[in-house]
């Protein structure tokens, strides 16, 4: 039986580490999350450089890697004889409480709506789409299918394992 206690608090401590890591590393330098910018701010910018993809992959693979094995661990505590369902729903609701909250907290509250100028990729001040709340609506609608594909895959490797 899920236990949605855990599922929701494993879901907040992964949201506070996820969304530190995030603007963090955009307090930083905001163009290390350049591709996940509106498009029009992607064009008016530079292409990212060498250094800050390597930058971004010694931030995101790590995070990728927390957000992954913590709730696969957390699912280890499940009796062996738990549903594939169940599994799933297990990662999903997780990475949905993680999802939400990068939503409502960081694109919603702080993007949008705040908006300090330490997330402004430089050059494009005059470009206001990162406050579309829609664009990052569409992009948590979006997540749902990824994080849907990892649950599925996290599921399968702890049914099996």
């Known amino acids: 039986m899920l236990n949605f206690s855990q599922i929701f608090w494993e879901g907040l401590i992964l949201s506070f580490i996820f969304s530190f890591v995030v603007l ?10 350049l591709n996940d910018y509106p498009k029009d701010i992607q064009k008016a910018s530079l292409p990212k450089t060498k250094k ?14 927390i957000l992954l ?7 280890l505590h ?25 939503l409502l907290f960081i694109d919603w509250l702080i993007f949008c709506y705040i908006s300090p100028k330490f997330i402004e990729i430089p050059g494009t001040s005059s470009l206001n789409s990162h406050k579309s709340y829609l664009f990052h609506l569409i992009g948590f609608l979006k997540g749902i299918i990824i994080y849907g594909i ?5 599921a399968g490797i702890r049914y099996i394992v």
């Open 24 to 33: 963090a590393s955009l307090y930083y330098n905001p163009r290390l999350w």
């Open 69 to 75: 094995i913590i709730p696969y661990l957390s699912s």
């Open 52 to 65: 800050e993809k390597t930058q971004f992959l010694l931030i995101g693979l790590p995070l990728i890697v």
């Open 150 to 154: 990892f649950s599925f895959i996290l």
């Open 78 to 102: 499940y009796s062996d004889n738990i549903s594939f369902l169940s599994l799933f729903l297990h990662f999903f609701l997780i990475f949905s409480v993680i999802s939400l909250v990068d």
